[in-house]
């Protein structure tokens, strides 16, 4: 993670504008998690139906976006399921990840995105390490031309919405 970080932000890690199927990534993301998923007696799904869903982004920056959205899924989430939609609208590929978790004080929210910010912030630090994930996603889906929005309640979960621009 922080590697990728330094990266992005030096603007090493140049990331690159083709056709990827956002569904078949998220497919493949939930394979490589669902046993952490089922090691915690969650359910992982994925709602793709059957046809690709094309957005102009980068596959690798695709991979970390939902990489670290579903990992904070599954490490926050201790019952219930996280869920991957995706889906076509408006000329665009919009990714839904949603749990069932702990989610997040709304004002908290704001600062989500920040380097190295926590919401559990000095709290006890049960939960570490999405601060930076986030960051990274962040910042891998404005360089993509995407955009990412998260709607969350305490107790009640998180739901964050990623949009690729569709393909040209």
Same mark, same amino acid.
Do not use: C
């Given at each position: 993670? *922080? ?6 932000? &030096? ?9 990827? $199927?956002?569904?078949?990534? #998220? ?19 994925? =709602? &793709?139906?059957? #046809? %690709?869903?094309? #957005?102009? &982004? $980068? ?13 904070? !899924?599954? +490490?926050?989430? @201790? !019952? ?6 995706? !889906?076509?609208?408006?000329?665009? &590929?919009?990714?839904?990840?949603? @749990?069932?978790?702990?989610? /997040?004080? %709304? ?6 995105? @920040? ?24 910042? !891998?889906? $404005?360089? /993509?031309?995407?955009?990412? =929005? *998260? @709607?969350?309640? +305490? ?6 919405? *990623? ?6």
């Amino acid at each position: 993670g *922080v590697l990728n970080l330094s990266k992005l932000e &030096a603007g090493q890690m140049q990331l690159e504008s083709t056709a990827v $199927d956002v569904a078949a990534q #998220a497919e493949t993301i939930a394979e490589e998690l669902r046993p952490k998923a089922e090691g915690k007696g969650l359910r992982l799904r994925v =709602d &793709a139906g059957e #046809a %690709p869903v094309w #957005a102009e &982004a $980068d596959e690798g920056g695709v991979q970390i976006v939902l990489q670290n959205l579903v990992s904070n !899924a599954i +490490k926050y989430t @201790d !019952a219930g399921e996280v869920r991957i939609r995706v !889906a076509h609208e408006e000329e665009q &590929a919009v990714l839904n990840i949603e @749990d069932t978790g702990i989610g /997040m004080d %709304p004002e908290g929210v704001k600062t989500l995105f @920040d380097p190295f910010r926590q919401e559990s912030e000095g709290l006890a630090r049960e939960y570490e390490g999405t601060g930076l994930g986030l960051t990274v996603t962040k910042k !891998a889906v $404005d360089q /993509m031309g995407g955009s990412i =929005d *998260v @709607d969350t309640e +305490k107790g009640e979960g998180s739901h964050f919405t *990623v949009r690729f621009p569709g393909p040209t």
